[in-house]
Every structure is written in structure tokens, then in C-alpha cells.
Nanobody, 125 residues
Framework: QVQLVESGGGLVQAGGSLRLSCAAS????????MAWFRQAPGKERDFVAA????????YYADSVKGRFTISRDNAKNTVYLQMNSLKPEDTALYYC??????????????????WGQGTQVTVSS
């Protein structure tokens, strides 16, 4: 079992930055690939970024590539999402997710077994 708790969301102006954190507990953190997804009102949950267990491999959605950076600190059981150059279209509820395995980075939500409760990011124009 893995418990995930996100934090760091908030209201920011377009062009600004935020850093999201996801604290994990419950099992060996470094054996899980991790990801961030987001969901805007009335829309499906979309993949944002993923990172493998040792943090050396990352994968991004085209919409955030070059602006967002996913990273992890296995000593702190925490994964981060640094978001720069934010746009109003980045407004969404952001979720952290954990894969049961570390066998490739996936962009489909149903590949992830554990989810946090989400943290709201609102970007004003």
C-alpha cells in the first residue's frame, strides 16, 4: 500500500512558477515509477510527467515539455513538479500517482495503482 499527499498548489499569474510536492509512504519508494497528472473541470485526467525509480529517466507531455521538470528525492520519499512559465491552460487539479513497478514510464492513468487527493493550481491571465 502507498499513501500519497500532494502540496504546493495555489493561485499564480501567467508566467509565474510553482513547485508541487508529493510525499509518499507505505512501501519502498525507490521501487515505484511516479507521475503527475492533471484534470481540468469537465475534462479527462491528462498525463503531465513521469519519472523512474532512480530519477534518471523522465517523460513529459508535449504541452509541458521545456516548462515543467519532474524530479524525486528518494531519501525524503518525495517527488516534485517544478512548473515554470505557467499558462492559464495549466489550470487544473494536479494529482500524484505511483506505479506498482519501475518497468517503463507510462502516460495512461490506468497504469498507476495509487493516487493522491490532488492539489489545485490556478493560473490567472
Amino acid at each position: 500500500q502507498v499513501q500519497l499527499v500532494e502540496s504546493g498548489g495555489g493561485l499564480v499569474q501567467a508566467g509565474g512558477s510553482l513547485r508541487l510536492s508529493c510525499a509518499a509512504s507505505g512501501r519502498t519508494f525507490s521501487s515505484n515509477a511516479m507521475a503527475w497528472f492533471r484534470q481540468a473541470p469537465g475534462k479527462e485526467r491528462d498525463f503531465v510527467a513521469a519519472i523512474n525509480g532512480n530519477g534518471r529517466t523522465t517523460y513529459y507531455a508535449d504541452s509541458v515539455k521545456g516548462r515543467f521538470t519532474i524530479s524525486r528525492d528518494n531519501a525524503k520519499n518525495t517527488v516534485y513538479l517544478q512548473m515554470n512559465s505557467l499558462k492559464p491552460e495549466d489550470t487544473a487539479l494536479y494529482y500524484c500517482a505511483a506505479d506498482l513497478t519501475d518497468t517503463g514510464l507510462k502516460s495512461l492513468a490506468n497504469a498507476y495503482s495509487y493516487w493522491g487527493q490532488g492539489t489545485q493550481v490556478t493560473v490567472s491571465s
